[in-house]
């Protein structure tokens, strides 16, 4: 039977694990308090771009308790924008339920001749659930892969549904998101939600979702990787409210007020301009 090489370790041995690693730790008290509640593989996640992957050992000068104070910055910045999610994600089963009533079928979501893929239905429910009923119950994912098989053209649900998602191009006119833009916006909200959900990092983080950005928030050249920056602006595109979207920037600058000096704001995808973006 394999035997894996490495045994479990204690607070006190993780503590000085990370002393020996050259990390500074000023309080144990602290230190054993957050290892217990938090985790030691979840804190290491604020600090291991700070390590040489060779040695083992932090190159740079690393407090535990600047660590610590990172890692609560993550926290309340996930739940801020969870917050807003839930909003989006409220809003966008309202327009859609109110999209498909020009249909005038109740039950339209079993109707194949509604989607572009007409095996689409949902009739492993049992009995007849009204749309409005099941557009509630849906989770966020389902509810993305219903509107991204929804079928396009004038007058259809689709179009109905992305007049409430306007935006001005570069020449300055109002335009409905493509399909294949509105639908990416929406994957990218689904997919930090679940991050969010989950209390995962988004700190420091590539997010494999891209949506697809107006060209006026088009970062040039276009980064290698995805990261909170673009997200945003998904979030930006899907605001219920304008007023919404303005209480959310204000909120998430005093954040970044709170904990001036904790965090780089590169480390989260944002262009030194980001202010005039969102």
């Not at 894996?4 to 000023?26: C, H, R, W």
């Not at 104070?69 to 807003?84: G, N, T, V």
């Not at 109707?111 to 009739?123: I, L, Q, T, V």
């Not at 929804?150 to 109002?174: D, R």
Request: proline residues 3%; aromatic residues 12%; charged residues 20%.
């Amino acid at each position: 039977m394999y035997q894996y090489p490495k045994n479990f370790l204690s607070v006190t041995q993780l503590i000085q694990k990370l002393i020996d690693a050259g990390m500074t730790i000023e309080s144990h008290d602290e230190a054993t308090t957050a290892l217990t509640t938090i985790g030691y593989y979840r804190l290491k996640g604020y600090s291991f771009q700070q390590i040489d992957t060779t040695t083992k050992k932090y190159i740079t000068v690393t407090n535990f308790s600047d660590i610590l104070r990172l890692y609560h910055f993550d926290s309340e910045l996930s739940h801020l924008i969870f917050s807003y999610l839930s909003q989006i994600e409220v809003a966008l089963r309202a327009r859609l339920v109110n999209a498909f009533q020009t249909t005038q079928d109740a039950l339209i979501l079993h109707d194949p001749s509604a989607f572009k893929d007409k095996e689409h239905n949902f009739n492993n429910h049992e009995g007849s659930i009204p749309l409005w009923a099941s557009v509630e119950v849906m989770s966020f994912g389902t509810m993305s892969k219903t509107i991204k098989n929804m079928k396009t053209g004038n007058q259809s649900a689709f179009s109905i549904l992305v007049q409430n998602y306007k935006f001005k191009n570069a020449k300055g006119n109002n335009v409905n998101p493509s399909k294949d833009m509105f639908t990416s916006w929406i994957q990218a909200a689904s997919v930090t939600r679940n991050i969010c959900a989950h209390n995962s990092r988004i700190y420091n983080r590539t997010i494999s979702t891209r949506p697809q950005l107006i060209s006026s928030d088009l970062i040039n050249p276009q980064l290698r990787y995805n990261g909170l920056y673009q997200i945003i602006l998904s979030m930006k595109y899907l605001r219920p409210t304008d007023e919404s979207w303005t209480n959310f920037v204000t909120d998430f600058k005093q954040l970044l007020a709170k904990y001036k000096g904790t965090y780089n704001i590169s480390r989260l995808n944002f262009p030194a301009d980001w202010e005039s973006h969102l």
